[in-house]
């Protein structure tokens, strides 16, 4: 098990930039998959980017693609989301979460641990 705090978020005009950040603890971090997911007003959380536990193999929702870069540092126990371009749509409380099984994967509930959340909100 992995307990899980993000950081980072904030309030940024469209097209600007945001790096959020995840803190892990727990000897197991190192083989977890590691993913971001987001939940916008009145909708479902959804899945953003996910990279699995060597970092090889990394896959993004097809709305952020080229914009969005999910990262790992298994050394220091963090992964990072930098998100480039951001638009208005992209508000949303951002989720870091952990996955025991250590495949990257879209599906929410091969997902055991799950952070608090970070807001991240995109002005017009």
């Known amino acids: 098990q992995v307990q899980l705090v993000e950081s980072g978020g904030g309030l940024v005009q469209a097209g600007g930039s945001l790096r959020l950040s995840c803190a892990a603890s727990?000897?197991?971090?190192?083989?977890?998959?590691m993913a971001w997911f987001r939940q916008a007003p009145g909708k479902e959380r959804e899945y953003v980017a996910t990279m699995d536990w060597s970092g090889v193999d990394t896959y993004y929702t097809d709305s952020v693609k080229g914009r969005f870069t999910i990262s790992r540092d298994n050394a220091k126990k963090t992964v990072h989301l930098q998100m480039n371009n951001l638009k208005p749509e992209d508000t949303a409380v951002y989720y870091c979460?952990?996955?025991?099984?250590?495949?990257?994967?879209?599906?929410?509930?091969?997902?055991?641990?799950w952070g608090q959340g970070t807001q991240v909100t995109v002005s017009s």
């Open positions: 979460a952990g996955s025991r099984y250590g495949y990257a994967t879209t599906y929410q509930n091969r997902y055991t641990d």
């Open positions: 727990g000897r197991s971090f190192t083989s977890y998959a």
